[in-house]
């Protein structure tokens, strides 16, 4: 089969012929219609995940066809009994089991899942990690419901506008934070009730102008701003965080007791909530974001550009058949 296989830390992709997948115990083999990149892929390129294995096929998300079915593919392998949080021997197909960059992947029949009919392969492609993560995060950890006011930072990237989709089609107004004035035109055309540029030195003063305050805010920075985000919650609400990309945080502790702040810590999600999810995604007629869309053999410039952050929304490969 074509793939697109990962073999040293630093050097570009090698797209050609690579071992077809043999199904084991369990397993079904999926044929591939179309992948859509993570920042988990750039990282493992960069040798920033622990347990990389080489050669190997990237890829979390993915979708085509199993036995005559259209399917999305669950990233999530092994969560576990426990719903809050996932067993020891959880991973992520893409590393290290190869991955979705490729014509052809064995998975476990019970990681798929309908595809939604109002999705194209591409989209649906755009929907398993970036829909699981942000689904855990707005109803499972927020619990987010009609009339709520919702904050969403980063928006741009896959999981951000997947919890901003979620939450507006719970009934929530949902405000955004992103460092391009053009995203943020994007968002609003969305749905959204407004944003900020991240990057105004002022730009916490300008929400608490505009919005006064979040009953939930949706963070994957950390870093120095999160001590503003903590500040523009309001008394009772809820911070969930799904990622640390801007390194540390520090903040008053009496902000969180005195307002009776609580702060969720995510990750993907368990098995039900993928089916859960999709099935709201099918309910709601929710559409993925894809920002592009490169043929698999091109996949070093869709690297690039995400490794850039010049997206807005998913970076999706065609697979060829």
Known sequence: MKALVYTSSGEALQY????DPTPGDGEVLVQLRAAALNHRDVWITQGLYPGIRTPSILGSDGAGVSEGNEVVINPGIDWGDNPAYPSRGYKVIGMPDDGTFAQYIAVQRNQLAPKPDHLSWEQAAALPLGGLTAYRAIFTKAKVSAGQRVLVTGIGGGVALMAAQ?????????????????????????????????KDADWYTQLSAHAV????????AGGDAFAHLVKLCRPGGCIVVYGGGKGLSSFKPQHLFWRQISIHGTSMGADQEFQDMVDFVAQHRITPVVDSVYALSDGNNAFQRMDRGLQFGKIVFSIPQ
């Open 213 to 220: 305050d979040f009953d939930v805010i949706v963070d994957s």
């Open 166 to 198: 979620f939450a507006l089609a719970a009934g929530a107004e949902v405000w955004g934070t992103s460092s391009s004035a053009e995203k943020l035109q994007k968002a609003k055309k969305m749905g959204f009730a407004g944003g900020v540029n991240y």
């Open 16 to 19: 050609g012929d690579y071992p």
